[in-house]
């Protein structure tokens, strides 16, 4: 791929070029040339000066923009949902359901664009006022884990561009082709409305793209959505420039079922969260944490719910669970299994490998559920696979202990109708995590709500309530309307 256009990064031509696969069938879809780093330089100049005009743009004309984005979106949402689901491997209807979170993120960013609110202060000194307002950063770069190709990215870049900024996209080098279907979909909207090139941009390429974004001072924010690993590394880099960085990252999300749950609805709930993505949410159910008078009950209707899952071709939409992304996927399934059983841990349904001419990618897996001990080094470490593990309690503190005794803590959850075991939970002596649910599961937050986690998970938050504020700074304000300089601390200087 070669050329410019409006709202696309260069391209340059090189030797090196990045293989696009669907772990769908294995099959080639695409091979791309990745961004070098003259292009890249050329990439952010442009998006510096495409800056200069987009932030004198009133933001509800930034709005306006972002909800003829929507509309788009809205028209292609088909044809991007199928995209999504054949190179990242989610089923269908959640290939949907991504493409329908960016187009509520648009609806959210067009009112959010009427409301970027500062406040008003009183003054201790006559004839004053003072206020704050919030200005844009400048250039954004986002970069975008391969589990959600195009949502992700849309919550940073639809909040970045009404608050003013413009934005560089560095999507998975192992899901490209959706991240170059979105910038053909906007594309439109930015030539009709006569956007200057570099609001929105694109760059491709592995861990040095990334590298490039963090460790480059013209880029005011990094957004990086990834493990705990690269978050690290990206945090460092960002900081040793005193830039600002927003992080999410891994997840080792627990569900409490205590024995006041109603499992009619639990039961449900724990098996698309342990297995939605084939297990490859940041917020997918890890852990599940029972009390020992319900164990056997719970264990025996999970048991029964996993016999009814349908494993295939994520495209068919009768299939709730698709591949892993990629064979390196696959591995790190295996050796967890391993692991598991090292640990003293039992296999409740045994974790394995499908095979058969409707596998032939490889990367099939068999969501597992393992029984354990005690939450020993594998369960606290996040493997991005369909394995769920479950542990006992006797009180509700204990289980919150549980809950709490991972270093990630993005999303948990507690299926309860005891309102005391409730408001424990959600109490400052509850869950530790960004995101704390009552009768609903870890996955599925709605973009009205910051999203995001502490510990190891980052401590960023995107999508909704004040998350626009990350890509703002603040300016305090004072005006004095008159006719006297009081100076401060009462000091007085006559001249």
């Given at each position: 791929?070669?050329?410019?256009?409006?709202?696309?990064?260069?391209?340059?031509?090189?030797?090196?070029?990045?293989?696009?696969?669907?772990?769908?069938?294995?099959?080639?879809?695409?091979?791309?040339?990745?961004?070098?780093?003259?292009?890249y330089?050329?990439?952010?100049?442009?998006?510096?000066?495409?800056?200069?005009?987009w932030?004198?743009i009133?933001?509800?004309?930034?709005?306006?923009?972002?909800?003829?984005?929507?509309?788009?979106?809205?028209?292609?949402?088909?044809?991007l949902?199928?995209?999504?689901?054949?190179?990242?491997?989610?089923?269908?209807?959640?290939?949907?359901g991504?493409?329908?979170?960016?187009?509520?993120?648009?609806?959210?960013?067009?009112?959010?664009?009427?409301?970027?609110?500062?406040?008003?202060?009183?003054?201790?000194r006559?004839?004053?006022?003072?206020?704050?307002?919030?200005?844009?950063?400048?250039?954004?770069g986002?970069?975008?884990?391969?589990?959600?190709?195009?949502?992700?990215?849309?919550?940073?870049?639809?909040?970045?561009?009404?608050?003013?900024?413009?934005?560089?996209?560095?999507?998975?080098?192992?899901?490209?082709?959706?991240?170059?279907?979105?910038?053909?979909?906007?594309?439109?909207?930015?030539?009709?409305?006569?956007?200057?090139e570099?609001?929105?941009?694109?760059?491709?390429?592995?861990?040095?793209?990334?590298?490039?974004?963090?460790?480059?001072?013209?880029?005011?924010?990094?957004?990086?959505?990834?493990?705990?690993?690269?978050?690290k590394?990206?945090?460092?880099?960002?900081?040793?420039?005193?830039?600002?960085?927003?992080?999410?990252?891994?997840?080792?999300?627990?569900?409490?079922?205590?024995?006041?749950?109603?499992?009619?609805?639990?039961i449900?709930?724990?098996?698309?969260?342990?297995?939605?993505?084939?297990?490859?949410?940041?917020?997918?159910?890890?852990?599940?944490?029972?009390?020992?008078?319900?164990?056997?009950?719970?264990?025996?209707?999970?048991?029964?719910?996993?016999?009814?899952?349908?494993?295939?071709?994520?495209?068919?939409?009768?299939?709730?669970?698709?591949?892993?992304?990629?064979?390196?996927?696959?591995?790190?399934?295996?050796?967890?299994?391993?692991?598991?059983?090292?640990?003293?841990?039992?296999?409740?349904?045994?974790?394995?490998v499908?095979?058969?001419?409707?596998?032939?990618?490889?990367?099939?897996?068999?969501?597992?559920?393992?029984?354990?001990?005690?939450?020993?080094?594998i369960v606290?470490?996040?493997?991005?696979?369909?394995?769920?593990?479950?542990?006992?309690?006797?009180?509700?503190?204990?289980?919150?202990?549980?809950?709490?005794?991972?270093?990630?803590?993005?999303?948990?959850?507690?299926?309860?109708?005891?309102?005391?075991?409730?408001?424990?939970?959600?109490?400052?002596?509850?869950?530790?995590?960004?995101?704390?649910?009552?009768?609903?599961?870890?996955?599925?937050?709605?973009?009205g709500?910051?999203?995001?986690?502490?510990?190891?998970?980052?401590?960023?938050?995107?999508?909704?309530?004040?998350?626009?504020?990350?890509?703002?700074?603040?300016?305090?304000?004072?005006?004095?309307?008159?006719?006297?300089?009081?100076?401060?601390?009462?000091?007085?200087?006559?001249?």
């Amino acid at each position: 791929m070669s050329g410019t256009s409006t709202g696309v990064a260069f391209w340059h031509s090189t030797d090196r070029l990045i293989d696009s696969y669907s772990p769908v069938d294995g099959k080639l879809m695409a091979q791309i040339h990745p961004t070098t780093e003259d292009d890249y330089n050329k990439v952010v100049e442009t998006a510096r000066e495409a800056f200069l005009e987009w932030r004198t743009i009133p933001a509800p004309k930034r709005g306006e923009i972002v909800r003829q984005m929507g509309d788009q979106f809205r028209q292609y949402k088909k044809e991007l949902g199928a995209l999504v689901s054949y190179e990242m491997g989610k089923s269908l209807q959640e290939g949907l359901g991504e493409v329908q979170e960016i187009i509520d993120i648009c609806d959210f960013a067009v009112g959010l664009s009427r409301q970027l609110y500062g406040l008003s202060m009183h003054s201790e000194r006559p004839a004053h006022r003072m206020y704050e307002q919030w200005h844009p950063l400048g250039v954004v770069g986002i970069i975008s884990a391969f589990n959600f190709p195009v949502a992700v990215w849309s919550w940073n870049a639809m909040i970045a561009w009404v608050c003013g900024n413009v934005c560089i996209w560095k999507p998975s080098e192992k899901t490209p082709m959706t991240a170059l279907a979105c910038q053909q979909i906007i594309k439109e909207v930015l030539e009709q409305n006569e956007i200057p090139e570099g609001v929105s941009c694109l760059i491709t390429g592995g861990r040095e793209a990334g590298e490039w974004l963090a460790t480059d001072e013209r880029v005011a924010l990094v957004s990086a959505t990834g493990s705990t690993r690269m978050g690290k590394a990206v945090a460092q880099a960002v900081s040793s420039r005193l830039g600002r960085y927003l992080l999410e990252l891994g997840g080792n999300n627990a569900i409490i079922v205590t024995p006041h749950a109603d499992l009619n609805v639990a039961i449900p709930a724990i098996v698309f969260g342990a297995v939605g993505t084939a297990g490859q949410r940041c917020t997918t159910t890890r852990r599940l944490i029972i009390h020992d008078s319900i164990y056997d009950d719970v264990k025996t209707r999970l048991v029964r719910a996993y016999g009814q899952l349908r494993i295939g071709n994520p495209l068919d939409e009768k299939v709730h669970v698709g591949p892993l992304i990629d064979k390196e996927a696959v591995q790190g399934y295996q050796k967890a299994i391993f692991q598991i059983k090292e640990q003293g841990g039992r296999m409740l349904i045994d974790g394995d490998v499908l095979s058969g001419s409707e596998f032939e990618s490889g990367c099939y897996v068999q969501p597992c559920i393992a029984e354990m001990p005690e939450q020993t080094a594998i369960v606290q470490h996040e493997t991005f696979a369909p394995i769920l593990y479950l542990l006992k309690y006797s009180t509700i503190e204990e289980a919150i202990a549980l809950q709490n005794g991972v270093p990630q803590g993005l999303s948990s959850a507690i299926f309860t109708l005891n309102l005391r075991e409730a408001e424990q939970f959600l109490s400052v002596a509850g869950s530790d995590c960004g995101i704390a649910n009552v009768n609903i599961g870890t996955s599925g937050a709605e973009i009205g709500g910051a999203f995001g986690g502490e510990k190891e998970t980052g401590g960023g938050r995107e999508s909704g309530s004040d998350a626009w504020k990350a890509y703002m700074r603040r300016q305090t304000n004072t005006i004095n309307y008159g006719t006297h300089l009081p100076l401060a601390q009462g000091i007085k200087f006559e001249l």
